[in-house]
């Protein structure tokens, strides 16, 4: 990517860091039909961090479009990007606003450039990860939903512990986007090897939509805890421009700085 002074994607990329850190979480979500036409979803959901690599303990809102076959979850705070996934295209598109920039990712070219010593490593590493559910046959009313919770425990390179409340209330599909950033999705580094599937087998004991996700996350020695809420999900028509980048917007291209998937380091 070149390097633009003055630049905070030139002199430590917002966006670069935050495509690790998506992918590595993403990996935890365990969260599952296109949404085809402009009748889709919009979702808000509120996002707790007691302190992500030594940042300061945060609270913002995201809100997350749900149509055309594609997704976009426009973040607040400081240095936030939106960040636009389309799964037939195959690509991820980060905006940042401050800097009036895009970044274009495509995931198939990133899997597929994770080749060498260290990426067999990093393969290696996640698959040796095992992951546990458990329904815990509690149950209560969050917001406007009957939820379940369920404890996910992950070893390995990372040690997460989560407890999730999810609702079958909602008739919402979301696998072909979380797929898209899985490490242990169809294409991701494990894609379809026997570790791969059944990390996938045992994360789809959690039925439904996730309302509330507390997670704990060890990694590299630096503790992670963040908490997300959804608030509100409802039907709605989505404009079909929302999925567009924004007139003047410059394109940056990261192809020599695209992180690991999994790493979250700047």
Same mark, same amino acid.
Not at 17 to 39: F, N, Q
Not at 122 to 128: H, V
């Given at each position: 990517?070149?390097?633009?002074? #003055?630049?905070?994607? =030139?002199?430590?990329?917002?966006?670069?860091?935050?495509? #690790? !850190?998506?992918?590595?979480?993403?990996? !935890? !979500?365990?969260?599952?039909?296109?949404?085809?036409? *402009?009748?889709?979803?919009?979702?808000?959901?509120?996002?707790?961090?007691?302190?992500?690599?030594?940042?300061?303990?945060?609270?913002?809102?995201?809100? &997350?479009?749900?149509? %055309?076959?594609?997704?976009?979850?426009?973040? *607040? =705070?400081?240095?936030?990007?939106?960040?636009?996934?389309?799964?037939?295209?195959?690509?991820?598109?980060?905006?940042?606003?401050?800097?009036?920039?895009?970044?274009?990712?495509?995931?198939?070219?990133?899997?597929?450039?994770?080749?060498?010593?260290?990426?067999?490593?990093?393969?290696?590493?996640? #698959?040796?990860? &095992?992951?546990?559910?458990?329904?815990?046959?509690?149950?209560?009313?969050?917001?406007?939903?009957?939820?379940?919770?369920?404890?996910?425990?992950?070893?390995?390179?990372?040690?997460?512990?989560?407890?999730?409340?999810?609702?079958?209330?909602?008739?919402?599909?979301?696998?072909?986007? /979380?797929?898209?950033?899985?490490?242990?999705?169809? =294409?991701?580094?494990?894609?379809?090897?026997?570790?791969?599937?059944?990390?996938?087998? *045992?994360?789809?004991?959690?039925?439904?939509?996730?309302?509330?996700?507390?997670?704990?996350?060890?990694?590299?020695? &630096?503790?992670?805890?963040?908490? /997300?809420?959804?608030?509100?999900?409802?039907?709605?028509?989505?404009?079909?421009?929302?999925?567009?980048?924004?007139?003047? %917007?410059?394109?940056?291209?990261?192809?020599?700085?695209?992180?690991?998937? #999994?790493?979250?380091?700047?």
């Amino acid at each position: 990517m070149m390097n633009q002074q #003055g630049s905070s994607i =030139g002199r430590r990329p917002v966006m670069t860091r935050r495509l #690790g !850190l998506a992918l590595a979480l993403s990996a !935890l !979500l365990p969260m599952s039909a296109a949404i085809a036409d *402009e009748e889709g979803y919009y979702v808000e959901t509120i996002n707790r961090s007691a302190g992500v690599m030594g940042e300061a303990a945060s609270e913002d809102l995201s809100k &997350t479009y749900l149509a %055309y076959d594609k997704m976009k979850v426009v973040n *607040e =705070g400081t240095d936030a990007t939106d960040m636009i996934m389309d799964p037939t295209a195959g690509t991820i598109v980060f905006v940042n606003h401050a800097e009036k920039e895009y970044l274009p990712i495509d995931v198939k070219s990133v899997m597929d450039s994770m080749t060498g010593p260290a990426a067999e490593q990093m393969r290696a590493m996640m #698959g040796e990860m &095992t992951v546990k559910v458990e329904a815990t046959g509690e149950t209560k009313k969050i917001g406007d939903w009957d939820t379940k919770q369920y404890r996910v425990t992950k070893t390995g390179m990372m040690g997460v512990d989560q407890e999730i409340w999810a609702t079958e209330d909602v008739d919402l599909d979301v696998t072909r986007y /979380t797929d898209m950033m899985s490490l242990s999705g169809p =294409g991701g580094m494990l894609a379809n090897s026997p570790a791969g599937v059944a990390q996938r087998e *045992e994360m789809s004991k959690i039925k439904g939509y996730p309302i509330l996700t507390k997670t704990k996350m060890e990694m590299m020695g &630096t503790t992670m805890e963040t908490e /997300t809420e959804v608030t509100v999900i409802r039907k709605e028509a989505i404009p079909a421009d929302i999925f567009e980048i924004p007139q003047g %917007y410059g394109e940056r291209d990261m192809s020599v700085q695209v992180p690991p998937p #999994g790493s979250a380091h700047p």
